[in-house]
Structures are given as structure tokens and as C-alpha cells.
């Protein structure tokens, strides 16, 4: 951070937004104290004040009972075994009696919805509810201020629901402010008074209500590389200066400003034959006693992009791990240009994993790339350096990264080697909006490179604009296999699979139930294209898949609408 003059105020609910790497965590830690007390920071001017008192003189204790940061993953927040004793956890070391204690509890459990059917144990919870715990546990100390620093980060689609559920019961209190960093805008578009926006030099660079920062700034923060809400997003693109907060409200505006005479459809090309064959895949981890992954089939082919979702737990980077070589299945095989993969070259199947550093070996950035390149046909190390941002970091080294930045490294070092095949699990999290724009221009370019790519991803929204197929889990099982936009038209298989379609699906379907004349597009890539006069492609006819001798004939291969 830098020459940054921010207030938050009492009782306000201040949205934190900024590309990777501004400075927004680094705000949050100094908030509460943990910079300068627990990480060291060259601190070289000025002050952060709580409540009049300077974080520098104040303790770390003191300074608890006033502002309470909630994390982005839970697990590193955890540190009991059992709820109850997690929630009271602060309170005993801040010495809470114990008969006001329970009481403390008991409250904050009721007001993050962690109900008697809760698990006792916290490692029987899902990731939502262990969030909600964490919440909880912060709640029970009673802060005047909360900071919730990208609290839906590691979590599914349900899991963050539950999570931003909590928090706008809790915004009814005025009694306490509330500072929220998020990248699911549409979901708390009508629980925030103000948007503080930071540069990627470390500076504020806009504070404004957030019709002013959504609508009227919205080139500002294209610039900044900085999200805005979909459904902005999608009302200036029909030329509306009203921010909808809400699907309803962008429903609304879809049926009062889409144009009816455009084209939507035109002959998309053939795919390629099939890259990777599963063949009723199966792997169970040891002192498990259910499979991760139980029965599946799949094909991916070149030229195809199969995105693969489902709650966390449901088995999906398990499967992308089976795929890749790095797990041997327990039951059924996987086969990669019609050959087992044991037999395969690691080389041709590109992994990237969920958390990059654990994929780490060398000691800067340029030798990560490079160690990736040796021995194979390798694209320029420098010139992935360069396109992936990470030039002037070359010489770095890949654990002093951000989040994003380790994220397109990984991706970097995934492609250097010209794999056939690209698993990618989780590639946006972490990433601002430039970067994940330059990360789907990549994913479009190896697509048509050829390339059979995998996503294993919780953003439905990429899923939407990128995917050619996709295949929805729970429980280990594929219960789904098909486009995009017929996933998000089964509420079954979403519920199933705790699944929640985008907003800007959802209010093209609400706009085609108020008016049938409307189209069912699924995102903004696709509307735009729409807008601009251009077409969508009907579904790929695909090629009828090989058989291997002694395998079950695949599945239909579907394809995206």
C-alpha cells in the first residue's frame, strides 16, 4: 500500500475491490493488528487508527475484541476439534465467564444459521459450514468491526451461498461495520453502501457509492483490471445507466432492451477424436470408507473444452488426478490417444494444480518455466513469461508470489511443453479481471491449437462462456453430461450437485419466461457476440468415439448449444 487515505465508517458495509496483488489482504491484516505484530512489514509512513487507537502501540488482544478478519480458507482458521469449543475459543482467551460464555455461543450459532443438526465434529463439516464456524467464532467476541477478506473463496457454489446468507442477516445490524472483499459481486450487489476500489500501485484509486462505481466508473475499473458485478456488466450492455441489484431487475431491463431480430445460431465446426478415455474410473483414498470417484466415464477431445463441477468433495479434482496419471484408478482405465496412460509420455498430459505452490520445484520463476521445458519440444520460457505477466518477476521466487501470480506461473510451466492435454483445476481463483481475460484468450487459442482441455472449476460463469460440454458430480458419480445451458436449465442436477447457475443465465431465463421472443443465453461472452452481430455456434457435431478392445462403447458425447 501507498499514500492510501481510506475511512470506514461506523455501522457501513464498505466494499474492497482491486486487481491481484493491490494490497486488499495487506489492508485487512493491518486492520487487526497481525501487520506489524505477528508479519513483519517495512512500515515506512503513516498510521492505521481503530477506534483512535494506533495498531502499532495497540495489542494484538485489544485490538481483537474490536476488529475480527474472517480468511479465505477456512482449515487455516480452525483450531479446535468440535464446533462449540472453536466458537468459545476466543471467548476463553479473552476470559468471557463461563456462564456468559454459553450464552455468547448460542447467539452466534443462531445468527450464522448453525442449526442443533449441525455435525459436533468439525471435520465431518462442509466447507460452507466450516466457514460459517469460523464466522460464528468471530461474531461470539463481539467486534464493532468484521472484515471478511474473499470469505467464499474456497468454497462451492452452495457454500458460498451459505456464507453470504450469514452475512446479509448480519448486515440488519447498523451497530456493526462490516468490510467485504469478494469477487461474487452479484450476490451482495444489495448489501453494500460504498465501493473503495485499489490500484494496482497500492493507492485508492476510486471511492464511490456503487451505482456510481459500477455504472458511471465502469471504464475506470476495466482499466484498473478490476471485476464489476455481471449484471452491471450486462445493463451496459444494453445501453442502461440503471444498476440492477438484482436478477429480477435485470430480467427487467433484459425484455425492455434486448433487440428481437438477432441471430443466434450458425454451422459450428467438427471436433477432433477423442484425447482421453475413462472407462468406469474408480479410486477410493485409504481410510476412506466411500469412493472419491466411483463408475465414471468420460471423453475429452482435441479441440474441446469439458469443464468439470460439483461441490467441493464430489470427487472432481480426484478425477482430474486419474486423468493425469497422478493417481492410478482402483477400478476401470484411462487411455490418452488410444493408449494406456501408463504407457504415456508425462509430458503429453499438462496438470495444474489447485494450490500452485505444490507444484513448485525450482527457485525462481524463469528456472520453474524453464525446468517444465526440459527435455521437450518447448515453446520460448521467455515468451510465456512475458504473456503471462510475470516478466518483471522473473528472478523471483515462485513461493513469494501472490495468489494469482503463482496461479498463471503454474499455468505458464503447464503449457511450455505443448501437452496434448490441459487440466486445469481451479485456474481463476485468485485472478483479477485482466487476468482472467488473458487466461480465457489462452484457453480459446489452445482449443483451437488442437488442445483437449479439462476445467475443474467452481466459476459457472466461465463455464459459460468458455465450455463446449459439461459434465456435473456429487458423491464421486457423473450425474450430468451435457452443454452448458442445458445444466443450468435442470434444477434437479444443480441442487443435486450444489450447483447455482450465473446471473446473467438466470436473468436471460426470467426474461425468457416473461417474454417467450427472448432468447436463453447463458452469459455475457455470448450476449455480446449476440449484440455485435455476430452468431453462436450450434452444437459441434461430434465424431463417434473409439472403442477400446475389452471397454464399454462411451458415452454419447454432447455437445454446447
Not at 459481486?185 to 451505482?211: F, K, M, N, T
Not at 498430459?349 to 520453474?368: D, I, K, S
Not at 446471473?503 to 431465463?509: C, H, K, L, R, T
Request: net charge negative.
Amino acid at each position: 500500500m501507498r499514500e492510501l487515505d481510506l475511512e470506514w465508517r461506523e455501522g457501513e458495509r464498505l466494499l474492497l475491490l482491486g486487481p491481484s496483488g493491490a494490497g486488499k489482504s495487506t489492508l485487512a491484516l493491518c486492520l487487526d493488528g497481525v501487520i506489524p505484530h505477528s508479519l513483519e512489514a517495512h512500515w515506512e509512513s503513516g498510521r492505521v487508527t481503530v477506534e483512535g487507537r494506533d495498531t502499532r502501540t495497540s495489542g494484538l488482544s485489544e485490538l481483537a475484541r474490536t476488529v475480527g478478519v474472517l480468511f479465505q480458507d477456512p482449515e487455516t482458521q480452525l483450531v479446535m476439534l468440535e464446533t462449540d469449543d472453536e466458537i468459545a475459543f476466543g471467548l476463553e482467551n479473552l476470559g468471557v465467564p463461563r456462564e456468559e460464555m454459553h450464552g455468547r455461543v448460542a447467539a452466534a450459532r443462531a445468527a450464522t444459521g448453525l442449526g442443533p443438526d449441525t455435525p459436533r465434529l468439525l471435520e465431518r463439516l462442509s466447507g460452507g459450514t466450516k466457514q460459517r464456524v469460523a464466522l460464528a467464532s468471530l461474531l461470539a467476541m463481539a467486534p464493532r468491526g468484521l472484515v471478511l477478506d474473499e470469505p467464499t473463496a474456497n468454497l462451492d457454489p452452495r457454500g458460498a451461498s451459505e456464507v453470504l446468507a450469514a452475512f446479509a442477516a448480519l448486515c440488519a445490524d447498523r451497530e456493526r461495520s462490516f468490510l467485504l472483499v469478494e469477487h461474487r459481486l452479484d450476490l451482495v450487489l444489495g448489501l453494500v453502501d460504498r465501493v473503495a476500489v485499489l490500484g494496482d500501485d497500492g493507492r485508492l484509486a476510486l471511492d464511490a457509492d456503487p451505482e456510481t462505481a459500477f455504472m458511471r466508473e465502469a471504464e475506470t475499473l476495466e482499466r484498473l483490471g478490476v471485476w464489476s458485478p455481471e449484471l452491471a456488466r450486462l445493463a451496459l450492455l444494453l445501453g442502461s445507466n440503471e444498476l440492477p441489484r438484482d436478477v429480477a431487475g435485470a430480467a427487467r431491463l433484459l425484455v425492455e432492451r434486448w433487440p428481437r431480430d438477432t441471430a443466434i445460431a450458425s454451422p459450428g465446426p467438427r471436433m477432433g477424436s477423442v484425447v482421453v478415455a475413462a472407462r468406469d474410473v474408480a479410486y477410493r483414498y485409504r481410510q476412506s470408507d466411500r469412493d472419491a470417484v466411483s463408475g465414471v466415464s468420460l471423453d475429452v477431445r482435441a479441440g474441446e473444452i469439458v469443464a468439470l463441477v460439483g461441490a467441493n468433495g464430489a470427487g472432481k479434482s480426484t478425477l482430474g488426478l486419474l486423468l493425469a496419471g497422478a493417481l492410478a484408478p482402483a477400478r476401470g482405465a484411462v487411455a490418452v490417444g488410444g493408449r494406456p496412460l501408463r504407457g504415456v509420455d508425462p509430458a503429453r498430459v499438462a496438470y495444474v494444480f489447485q494450490y500452485p505452490e505444490r507444484g513448485f520445484l525450482a527457485a525462481t520463476v524463469r528456472e520453474e518455466i524453464a525446468l517444465a521445458a526440459r527435455g521437450t519440444a518447448s515453446r520460448d520460457p521467455d515468451e510465456l513469461l512475458e504473456r503471462s505477466g510475470l516478466a518483471r518477476l522473473a528472478e523471483a521466487n515462485p513461493h513469494s508470489l501472490s495468489h494469482g501470480e503463482k496461479r498463471r506461473l503454474s499455468v505458464a510451466s503447464a503449457l511450455v511443453s505443448r501437452p496434448d492435454v490441459l487440466i486445469l483445476d481451479e485456474p481463476t481463483f485468485g485472478q483479477d479481471l485482466r487476468h482472467t481475460r488473458e487466461l480465457v484468450a489462452l484457453l480459446d487459442e489452445e482449443r483451437s491449437a488442437g488442445r483437449a482441455i479439462l476445467l475443474i472449476t467452481h466459476d459457472l460463469s466461465l463455464v459459460a462462456d468458455v465450455a463446449d460440454r459439461t459434465i456435473a458430480m456429487a458423491d464421486g458419480r457423473a450425474r450430468f453430461d451435457g452443454a452448458p445451458a442445458a445444466l443450468f436449465a435442470r434444477p434437479d442436477v444443480l441442487a443435486r450437485c450444489s450447483l447455482a447457475p450465473p446471473p446473467v443465465a438466470e436473468a436471460f431465463a426470467l426474461a425468457h419466461e416473461r417474454d417467450p421472443a427472448m432468447p436463453q443465453l447463458v452469459g455475457l461472452r455470448s450476449a455480446r457476440l449476440v449484440l455485435a452481430g455476430g452468431s453462436l455456434p450450434r452444437p459441434r457435431a461430434a465424431l463417434p468415439p473409439p472403442t477400446t478392445p475389452g471397454s464399454r462403447p462411451a458415452p454419447p458425447t454432447r455437445a454446447r448449444a
